[in-house]
């Protein structure tokens, strides 16, 4: 996330404003008001998917049972089937690790909502799914950002498109990786 970040702020100190804060209340900012969502899932091995959803809310410091709970409502919202929710998602097709990805984006509440491509490997009824969570987030005051692969999906939930483009002479680099700055990101 720190790459991302620096691109936010070489970006903002282009429009003339600077913005400063201390590292650690910019890592407390990233873990407590910013959600990310990638297209890919990194789950960490022997971790099931029921517990990689709920460790964002046992961090926040809820119970073990009500995490748990809430973690199988979110796996059984997006269509993983049961019987993989005490499975490893290492072992998962894409689409079943984009499912558990998205549960565990999506469990606890985040000012700021980061979306890349979230749809990629979805099956058209997990996509509905995602698109009435994006809705109930956008409906709480969640602000969202997102990249999808299928933009019509979300079409009647976007307020805003941005377009970006280099400024003349200005190349950017072709080898930034997202999955990398969310290791990053998580790290902190």
């Keep these: 996330m720190k790459v991302l970040c620096r691109h936010v702020l070489i970006a903002v100190v282009s429009l003339g404003l600077q913005a400063r804060a201390a590292d650690t209340d910019m890592a407390l900012l990233r873990r407590e008001e910013i959600g ?6 990194r789950p960490r091995p022997r971790v099931s998917a ?9 961090a926040a410091g809820t119970g073990w049972d009500e995490a748990i709970e809430q973690a199988k409502q979110m796996l059984h919202d997006f269509g993983l089937k049961e019987d993989l929710w005490n499975a490893y998602p290492t072992t998962f097709s894409g689409g079943e690790q ?11 509440p985040f000012r700021l909502l980061l979306l890349d491509e979230p749809t990629a490997s979805l099956d058209s009824s997990a996509r509905a799914s995602l698109v009435q969570w994006i809705g109930q987030l956008k409906q709480r005051g969640t602000a969202l950002i997102g990249i999808f692969h299928h933009p019509e999906d979300v079409q009647q939930l976007i307020d805003g498109e941005v377009h970006l483009n280099a400024p003349n002479g200005l190349a950017l680099p072709n080898d930034i990786d997202l999955d990398d700055i969310e290791e990053s990101y998580v790290a902190q």
């Design 98 to 108: 984009q499912k558990v990805n998205l549960a565990r984006a999506l469990i606890r």
């Design 50 to 58: 029921l517990e990689l959803v709920a460790e964002p809310l046992l």
């Design 36 to 41: 990310i969502v990638t297209q890919f899932l």
